[in-house]
């Protein structure tokens, strides 16, 4: 790779460009509060951030300070430390992106000066690690606590039913949702006692109200991206899912999860799409090399759009019954883990947290996706470093192959930039072009 | 052939045709085959409902172009390596397969496997990666729903007492294997690593009645064996699966010995027996998940999880510790910078080979044995 390669994505939409100004906001503020030592959690993706609020706790997320340190290209730095600490290039580099940043803070006592936040992920009293989708994120938190940071870990261990098994049987819903609650119970129990607090029910309703309603605005904009011309892409997309992972539960974010909606209705109402000419329609499989998602815009310029990511969907499991919001929170889980299955779980049989985001792969439901969405191919990003989700895009290429959808799987990472070839990686999306081009 | 020959020249014997075992004995009892990978869901209730348990086994170093249809290049070269088995039909005489949720790679596995290639009985036995009670008590619901699906395949109900005395005869295979690793605290031990894997690995291929004949037969035949030269370097061999002696002999030919170990089919199972508890699903729970060390589990942070190993090492009187690590196998990568540096702390060198299961380049890597061995 070369740096001059990489470009930084151009968005869209006003309503995201206006993070520039809200996140900012909302970083300085936690930055106080974590300057004057509040009690901070480090988590990842799967632990419910609305419980976490409802402790009036501050989290930072390792999985998404990676894809700040990939974009801003400082990861190969803590990366490389991390490998010369013996850690394989083969790991998550999320985790050795960490893991690197980790060893320098304890070895100059200092968040290094690459750190894309002052204070970098600051320090955390506390670790909550989970095994939603992949292993390495409860590993992650072991190796830390092991070798890095004498603090307390949690990390939340639902399952989900593999593809093969039928969920509405109501002894194996009963075994799974068994499993979710009581992990939970533990969760709260050991978030009671690190903060010293018990866990306001009333709270944590109001909370989990107002992130579905954002959660909601953010669904309902999705199903908006089925229109032609495709009114919102993947650059906005993946910019827009950060103030629910930080902002969750607050008026500000649901305010710009509605303008969203609101700005991409307009757009619909009046058929502006995001590229001139739209010419192919297509969906993203995998992570975004977030160092580089510019590619989007390269993509676009040959009139080639995405109207749908496969992760960090959100689906629409938080209907749930908010009088109880614990087990509103288990109940969400497992529809998300129903919603999977629907998908058809064979290749991802994990379940996520719909309060952020989980993927879809799978052979169900693809023919409804491909119709709805009116796709004409897809893409696959095989991150090297991360199989967790990368798993099953052979698979998912031949569902496609079999319904006749053109699908092309090149090969890099979400956070490693040493791994990109631009120059063949670009050959190759043009060439899949071509040949979408000559199929019409 | 195999029954006119006895202990260790038998089980060698075995150990290279375990297929061809199998099916002889799925002939000769007309009961079904039911593979399994991971050592979560226990062989014991296969055992008990009327099947045959068969530790499905990889073939390092040979092709896995074949798994290239159905999975992407970057994971697990062993379950690349047991996907493309399945693929070109060289396990189509299972008749059911059981894979547990114990890996990543494992898991998902399991379902490209049944989707592309379904076969008469499949299940995935989940199972939680932490030790909580109600991780346990998933664990323990697990263990029923297994046994209520092998009952139905099978036709045959398993009663207490019946899944008891399976245990029992497990137990027993325990014992004796524990015996024969007892055999290699000596210097010099009495039998040779790489002879006691293929005897392991002929266990999985022969029932546990037999098996035990086949450890007693070894027992003594090994306990009346003249001593061997003295060995080189001790080494307790830790990591990802091996299922396979190739590795085993490399060292021995380094100039090493490898006395016990830390791995799959190695010393993980047998180490303990299951406790004989009033209801056998709870000491299945407990030898299965509580007890059973792998790295898949999370036994908290801190370096107390690898206790263990030190124990072993020092009862086994090791000098050094030799990591076997199958590319991309996350478990055991994300453990090995902490445990390379405790061992460190306890004065025990350690030594990584990275390989893609193939044993290749053997060039490198037996230099690299050298260089360890001569270092110790
Ligand atoms: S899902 Fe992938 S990127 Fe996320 S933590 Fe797991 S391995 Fe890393
Ligand atoms: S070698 Fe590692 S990654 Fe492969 S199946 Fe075993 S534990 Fe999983």
Same mark, same amino acid.
């Given at each position: 790779?070369?740096?001059?390669?990489?470009?930084?994505?151009?968005?869209?939409?006003?309503t995201?460009?206006k993070?520039?100004?809200?996140?900012?906001?909302?970083?300085?503020?936690?930055?106080?509060?974590?300057?004057?030592?509040?009690?901070?959690?480090?988590?990842?993706?799967?632990?419910?951030?609305?419980?976490?609020?409802?402790?009036?706790?501050?989290?930072?997320?390792?999985?998404?300070?990676g894809?700040?340190?990939?974009?801003?290209?400082?990861?190969?730095?803590?990366?490389?430390?991390?490998?010369?600490?013996?850690?394989?290039?083969?790991?998550?580099?999320?985790?050795?992106?960490?893991?690197g940043?980790?060893?320098?803070?304890?070895?100059?006592?200092?968040?290094?000066?690459?750190?894309p936040?002052?204070?970098?992920?600051?320090?955390?009293?506390?670790?909550?690690?989970?095994?939603?989708?992949?292993?390495?994120?409860?590993?992650?938190?072991?190796?830390?606590?092991?070798?890095?940071?004498?603090?307390?870990?949690?990390?939340?261990?639902?399952?989900?039913?593999p593809? $093969?098994?039928?969920?509405?049987?109501?002894?194996?819903?009963?075994?799974?949702?068994?499993?979710?609650?009581?992990?939970?119970?533990?969760?709260?129990?050991?978030?009671?006692?690190?903060?010293?607090?018990?866990?306001?029910?009333?709270?944590?309703?109001?909370?989990?109200?107002?992130?579905?309603?954002?959660?909601?605005?953010?669904?309902?904009?999705?199903?908006?991206?089925?229109?032609?011309?495709?009114p919102?892409?993947?650059?906005?997309?993946?910019?827009?899912?950060?103030?629910?992972?930080?902002?969750?539960?607050?008026?500000?974010?649901?305010?710009?999860?509605?303008?969203?909606?609101?700005?991409?209705?307009?757009?619909? $109402?009046?058929?502006?799409?995001?590229?001139?000419?739209?010419?192919?329609?297509?969906?993203?499989?995998?992570?975004?090399?977030?160092?580089?998602?510019?590619?989007f815009?390269?993509?676009?310029s040959?009139?080639?759009?995405?109207?749908?990511?496969?992760?960090?969907?959100?689906?629409?499991?938080?209907?749930?019954?908010l009088?109880?919001?614990?087990?509103?929170?288990?109940?969400?889980?497992?529809?998300?883990?129903?919603?999977?299955?629907?998908?058809?779980?064979?290749?991802?049989?994990?379940?996520?947290?719909?309060?952020?985001?989980?993927?879809?792969?799978?052979?169900?439901?693809?023919?409804?996706?491909?119709? $709805?969405?009116?796709?004409?191919?897809?893409?696959?990003?095989?991150?090297?470093?991360?199989?967790?989700?990368?798993?099953?895009?052979?698979?998912?290429?031949?569902?496609?192959?079999?319904?006749?959808?053109?699908?092309?799987?090149?090969?890099? $990472?979400?956070?490693?930039?040493?791994?990109?070839?631009?120059?063949?990686?670009?050959?190759?999306?043009?060439?899949f072009?071509?040949?979408?081009?000559?199929?019409? | 052939? #195999?029954?006119?020959?006895?202990?260790?020249?038998?089980?060698?014997?075995?150990? #290279?045709?375990?297929?061809?075992?199998?099916?002889?004995?799925?002939?000769?009892?007309?009961?079904?085959?039911?593979?399994?990978?991971?050592?979560?869901?226990?062989?014991?209730?296969?055992?008990?409902?009327?099947?045959?348990?068969?530790?499905?086994?990889?073939?390092?170093g040979?092709?896995? #172009?074949?798994?290239?249809?159905?999975?992407?290049?970057?994971?697990?070269?062993?379950?690349?390596?047991?996907?493309?088995?399945?693929?070109?039909?060289?396990?189509d005489?299972?008749?059911?397969?059981?894979?547990?949720?114990?890996?990543?790679?494992?898991?998902?596995?399991?379902?490209?496997?049944?989707?592309? /290639?379904?076969?008469a009985?499949?299940?995935?036995?989940?199972?939680?990666?932490?030790?909580?009670?109600?991780?346990?008590?998933?664990?323990?619901?697990?263990?029923?729903?297994?046994?209520?699906?092998?009952?139905?395949?099978?036709?045959?109900?398993?009663?207490?007492?019946?899944?008891?005395?399976?245990?029992? /005869?497990?137990?027993? *295979?325990?014992?004796?294997?524990?015996?024969?690793?007892? &055999?290699?605290?000596?210097?010099?031990?009495?039998? !040779?690593?790489?002879?006691?894997?293929?005897?392991?690995?002929a266990?999985?291929?022969?029932?546990?009645?037999?098996?035990?004949?086949?450890?007693?037969?070894?027992?003594?035949?090994?306990?009346?064996?003249?001593?061997?030269?003295?060995?080189?370097? /001790?080494?307790?061999?830790?990591?990802?699966?091996?299922?396979?002696?190739?590795?085993?002999?490399?060292?021995?030919?380094?100039?090493?010995?490898?006395?016990?170990?830390?791995?799959?089919?190695?010393?993980?199972?047998?180490?303990?027996?299951?406790?004989?508890t009033?209801?056998?699903?709870?000491? &299945?729970?407990?030898?299965?998940?509580?007890?059973?060390?792998?790295?898949?589990?999370?036994?908290?942070?801190?370096?107390?999880?690898?206790?263990?190993? &030190?124990?072993?090492?020092? /009862?086994?009187?090791?000098?050094?510790?030799?990591?076997?690590?199958?590319?991309?196998?996350?478990?055991?990568?994300?453990?090995?910078?902490?445990?390379?540096?405790?061992? !460190?702390?306890?004065?025990?060198?350690?030594?990584?080979?990275?390989? *893609?299961? #193939?044993?290749?380049?053997?060039?490198?890597? !037996?230099?690299?044995?050298?260089?360890?061995?001569?270092?110790?």
């Open positions: 790779m070369s740096t001059s390669e990489m470009s930084r994505a151009r968005r869209h939409l006003e995201t460009k993070m520039k100004e809200m996140l900012p906001r909302f970083f300085t503020r936690m930055i106080e509060r974590r300057f004057s030592n509040e009690p901070l959690a480090w988590c990842m993706v799967g632990v419910p951030p609305e419980l976490l609020k409802a402790f009036d706790l501050l989290w930072e997320w390792p999985e998404n300070f894809t700040m340190c990939a974009s801003r290209l400082v990861a190969p730095r803590f990366i490389e430390v991390a490998e010369g600490d013996g850690y394989s290039q083969e790991l998550c580099s999320y985790v050795t992106n960490t893991m940043y980790c060893k320098l803070v304890k070895e100059t006592g200092e968040a290094p000066p690459e750190s936040l002052p204070g970098g992920m600051g320090n955390p009293s506390m670790l909550l690690g989970s095994g939603f989708i992949c292993e390495p994120r409860w590993k992650w938190f072991q190796s830390i606590a092991t070798r890095f940071l004498d603090v307390p870990v949690y990390s939340s261990d639902p399952l989900s039913p593809w $093969d098994v039928d969920p509405h049987d109501p002894r194996i819903a009963d075994h799974y949702q068994q499993l979710i609650r009581e992990d939970l119970f533990g969760q709260v129990e050991f978030l009671e006692k690190q903060t010293g607090k018990k866990l306001d029910l009333d709270l944590l309703r109001e909370i989990m109200a107002l992130s579905h309603k954002a959660l909601a605005y953010w669904r309902d904009t999705l199903a908006l991206r089925q229109a032609v011309p495709c919102m892409g993947s650059t906005d997309y993946f910019s827009a899912i950060i103030p629910q992972m930080y902002m969750v539960g607050e008026a500000e974010a649901v305010d710009f999860y509605r303008e969203i909606y609101q700005e991409v209705k307009a757009r619909v $109402d009046n058929k502006i799409g995001i590229v001139e000419d739209e010419k192919y329609r297509l969906v993203w499989f995998g992570l975004p090399p977030w160092f580089n998602l510019g590619i815009n390269y993509l676009e040959f009139g080639a759009v995405f109207a749908l990511e496969s992760t960090y969907n959100v689906g629409d499991n938080f209907e749930v019954d009088g109880n919001p614990l087990e509103a929170i288990v109940k969400r889980t497992w529809q998300r883990a129903l919603r999977m299955h629907d998908y058809g779980s064979e290749v991802m049989p994990e379940l996520c947290n719909p309060a952020v985001f989980g993927g879809f792969y799978g052979s169900k439901l693809l023919d409804e996706v491909v119709r $709805d969405f009116s796709l004409d191919g897809a893409v696959m990003h095989l991150t090297r470093s991360c199989r967790a989700v990368s798993f099953g895009e052979v698979h998912t290429k031949n569902r496609l192959a079999a319904m006749g959808v053109p699908s092309l799987i090149f090969e890099s $990472d979400m956070a490693d930039p040493r791994l990109w070839s631009d120059a063949q990686i670009k050959t190759r999306l043009h060439a072009l071509e040949t979408m081009r000559r199929q019409d | 052939m #195999s029954k006119q020959l006895q202990g260790l020249a038998r089980a060698t014997h075995i150990a #290279s045709r375990r297929d061809e075992r199998i099916c002889a004995l799925k002939k000769e009892t007309g009961k079904p085959v039911i593979g399994y990978l991971c050592c979560f869901a226990p062989p014991e209730i296969i055992s008990a409902a009327g099947a045959i348990p068969y530790r499905i086994t990889g073939r390092p040979d092709t896995t #172009s074949e798994a290239d249809a159905y999975v992407e290049p970057y994971g697990c070269t062993y379950v690349r390596n047991i996907l493309a088995q399945a693929a070109k039909g060289r396990l005489f299972l008749d059911g397969l059981v894979i547990s949720h114990s890996c990543d790679m494992v898991q998902r596995l399991y379902g490209v496997w049944t989707y592309y /290639r379904p076969l009985y499949s299940r995935l036995f989940n199972v939680p990666h932490q030790l909580t009670p109600w991780s346990q008590r998933f664990f323990h619901r697990e263990l029923g729903f297994f046994k209520e699906s092998l009952e139905q395949f099978t036709g045959v109900t398993v009663t207490a007492d019946q899944l008891k005395q399976t245990i029992a /005869r497990y137990n027993r *295979n325990r014992t004796l294997i524990r015996e024969l690793y007892a &055999l290699r605290r000596e210097n010099p031990p009495l039998i !040779k690593g790489s002879e006691m894997l293929d005897l392991l690995l266990g999985g291929a022969v029932p546990a009645e037999e098996y035990i004949t086949l450890l007693e037969e070894t027992l003594t035949e090994v306990k009346a064996r003249a001593l061997p030269d003295p060995p080189g370097p /001790r080494l307790l061999v830790w990591g990802s699966l091996l299922d396979d002696s190739t590795f085993y002999r490399m060292i021995e030919e380094a100039g090493g010995s490898v006395v016990t170990d830390d791995t799959c089919i190695g010393f993980r199972v047998w180490d303990q027996d299951v406790p004989e009033g209801d056998p699903l709870e000491g &299945l729970k407990e030898h299965y998940l509580v007890n059973f060390q792998c790295p898949r589990t999370d036994r908290g942070p801190g370096v107390k999880r690898f206790d263990y190993i &030190l124990e072993r090492a020092e /009862r086994y009187n090791v000098d050094g510790v030799v990591g076997y690590i199958i590319s991309f196998c996350d478990p055991h990568k994300f453990d090995y910078p902490d445990l390379r540096d405790h061992l !460190k702390k306890a004065d025990l060198p350690m030594l990584l080979i990275d390989d *893609n299961y #193939s044993f290749t380049p053997a060039g490198a890597i !037996k230099t690299r044995l050298q260089a360890f061995m001569e270092m110790l």
